[in-house]
């Protein structure tokens, strides 16, 4: 038996326990959970736990297409706390993607080793710099959540380097798939994603995580993998 966590998939992270819900014939509410090998640092864009945090736990959570909730992080606090996750040492994040779709890659230089774990929609494809996404409905589930977490420390300015090459990233996976907004602009991302990066061990450790450090590079690396890889699947 899983549990009400989930079944445990193969996840090659020290310390690390991926745990998938799938969605059942009743109810289509499910998840993704990693359990961390203790409090450690991360920069995120969650709407539960996001900013500068020491989580235990992140927790992506697929909700119905169409949900909508004037209160999402209060919405993932009651799910995280029916799986008996304290909210508070709790990455939440938000999607109406399957976990079915999960993609993940992982990667190592100079001592790292990288792993990104993507969902991807891209519905509500947006470009930044283009028009006005609020002009257009969105036309399906659109979200891309990017988680990921590195064998290694990562010093604060380092964490906001590596959420920018993992979102560089992102915006070059989309243009490479070609992926459009509904004003037929090329994509930079969809109006509702979240970038999660998690620092899992003391050492190595690096003050910077732009793309000529070999963090940084692999931040990348992994995270266009992962996307381009969850793309193709929206494609076939």
């Not at 992140?58 to 029916?82: F, I, K, M, N, Q």
């Not at 990066?197 to 190595?204: D, I, K």
Request: with cysteine; hydrophobic share 45%.
């Amino acid at each position: 038996m899983s549990g009400p966590r989930g079944e445990r998939l193969p996840f090659g992270a020290p310390g690390v326990t991926l745990r998938r819900t799938l969605p059942s014939a009743r109810a289509w509410r499910h998840h993704l959970l990693l359990e961390l090998p203790g409090r450690c640092a991360a920069l995120s864009s969650a709407p539960l736990g996001g900013g500068f945090s020491r989580p235990r736990f992140v927790l992506s959570c697929s909700v119905e297409r169409g949900w909508c909730s004037d209160d999402p992080a209060g919405e993932l606090r009651r799910y995280a706390r029916a799986l008996d996750l304290p909210p508070a040492e709790t990455l939440g994040l938000l999607t109406a993607v399957s976990m079915a779709e999960l993609e993940t890659a992982s990667a190592a230089r100079a001592g790292w080793r990288v792993h990104a774990l993507v969902t991807a929609g891209v519905g509500n494809a947006a470009a930044a710099g283009g028009r006005d996404p609020l002009g257009a409905g969105a036309a399906g589930a659109g979200t891309v959540n990017l988680i990921v977490l590195l064998e290694g420390a990562l010093e604060p300015a380092a964490l906001v380097g590596a959420v920018q090459s993992a979102t560089e990233a992102k915006t070059a996976a989309l243009r490479d798939a070609n992926v459009r907004t509904p004003f037929g602009e090329l994509a930079t991302g969809t109006t509702t994603d979240t970038v999660s990066v998690v620092s899992l061990a003391p050492a190595p450790r690096s003050p910077y995580a732009g793309l000529a450090t070999a963090p940084g590079f692999l931040v990348a690396d992994t995270a266009y993998t992962a996307l381009a890889r969850a793309l193709r699947r929206l494609d076939g």
